[in-house]
């Protein structure tokens, strides 16, 4: 690993954590000039190592956690530009985040008032287990509702929407724009990896609609339905697990992973999620996955169940994919396609994302070959109905 990269999952530790980081000491190469500056600056790595931080960072969406990092580093250690460059993105972060929580406290009483239940997942619920939640990166607002409820939670976030978006009828998903932020609908939370993955997840899913089946969360004076923790623990693996499998996964999604197992470590019902995982078939990609955070994000072995030590060769495949992808594979630099028809777009990213299960064949060998069959079919379904 290159002292850019240390550093970057020094800092990424530190914020995730709030642990003093362990810097990396940079190798001084170059002119003996070049040495004596780099002795100079008590071995801050040069300001290129930094620029390659930060791009990280952007390209990770892990921005305030990397800021947070860099406060706890010796003064002067951190270069001044660099500096004012993380506040300025945690700013707007925190800003965002400000936004999203607005809008979550405008909608959610609408779908109450329509006698319309609905369970807030992911995004903001997660933040909350981060030491810091407004520095989490947000994205999209993701509500569950349950199916027989889903077209009349279509009607009340139609009512209140900018604009719509394609509606993929296999999934119950539909999503509306209300300003510059998304709003997604889930009447189901199925994946594109299976029957056997998504039975599972439609079981978890009504056991949220259940008497005292989910928590709540109070967002801006809004009593707010958040998921169960034992949903947590499956559901956030199994979504990452679709982002890698199908599309692109970055490492906020698995630091959201980590701050969720540590936060309700205790609380985690480990004998159902140990039978869940096994009816799913994926338990070596769990420990795979569970080896990163210990072994990349600091997560101790003990909050990682079902850690496997053995997998340390398969963690460092995942991050090299992730380090070349990006959070959901937008660092692939890949023309805009919107105005291509249909067709052309749906097989572009069926090549792209059929390279990807050929290389993490390499890392799972007979699951990728499971899986891009069940892409695949699922995929051709969907096509054949234009979604």
Known sequence: MDTATSLFFALLRSGLWGTEPELPMPSATG????????????????????????RLATEQTVTGLITDGAAACPAGYVPGAVSLRLMSSLVAVEKRNAAVNALIAKIIPLFDKANVPTVLVKGQAVAQCYRKPEGRMPGDIDLIVRPEDYEAAKAVLSATADSTDAESADKLHFGAMIGDIEVELHG???????????DILDSAQAELFSPDGCRTLEINGTTVRITSIDFDALFIFVHLLQHFYCGGLGLRQLCDWARVLHTHRAQIDLNLLESRLKQMGIMSEWQAFATFLVHYLGLPEQEAPFYNS??????????????????????RRRRDRCGDPYLIRKVESFFLNSKDFLRHAGIFPLDSVKFFWKYFTTGTRAALRGE
């Open 31 to 54: 002119t003996p000039a070049a040495k004596d500056k780099a002795g100079s600056q008590g071995h801050s790595p040069d300001i290129d190592t930094w620029k390659h931080v930060f």
């Open 188 to 198: 189901t939370v199925h994946t594109s990896l299976g029957g056997r993955i998504n």
């Open 310 to 331: 053995h997998a340390e060769v398969k963690a460092a495949k995942l991050w090299k994919f992730m380090e070349e992808v990006g959070n959901f594979g937008k660092k």
